[in-house]
């Protein structure tokens, strides 16, 4: 079993950046497929950037796509979330999640490993 910690949220102005840290312990990242999902108050959680199991293949969902990049780094066991030009519209609460389940998964039920969650907040 896999424990996950979120970290990196905060709160930065409109085109600003920030890197949001998932560090794993327990097992290693390369057994799971990784994945970022967040939710905004009032809205369903969203899936934002996953890695499949072998690592060669992203998915990004479209609103982020050329914004964000999801990347692992297995010596550290940490999944990252580079989050470029941000706007309003991503301040969610980001949470890392890990699927033994799948080789690669885009929606919340293929993963069975959640971190804690980070706010990320974006002001205009």
């Known amino acids: 079993q896999v424990q996950l910690v979120e970290s990196g949220g905060g709160l930065v102005q409109t085109g600003g950046s920030l890197r949001l840290s998932c560090a794993a312990s327990g097992r290693a990242l390369s057994s799971y497929a990784m994945g970022w999902f967040r939710q905004a108050p009032g809205r369903e959680r969203e899936f934002v950037a996953a890695?499949?199991?072998?690592?060669?293949?992203?998915d990004y969902t479209r609103s982020v796509q050329g914004r964000f990049t999801i990347s692992t780094d297995n010596a550290e066991n940490t999944v990252y979330l580079q989050m470029n030009s941000l706007k309003p519209e991503d301040t969610a609460v980001y949470y890392c999640?890990?699927?033994?389940?799948?080789?690669?998964?885009?929606?919340?039920?293929?993963?069975?490993?959640w971190g804690q969650g980070t706010q990320v907040t974006v002001s205009s």
């Open positions: 890695v499949s199991r072998s690592g060669g293949v992203i």
């Open positions: 999640a890990a699927s033994s389940r799948v080789v690669r998964g885009t929606t919340g039920s293929h993963y069975n490993y």
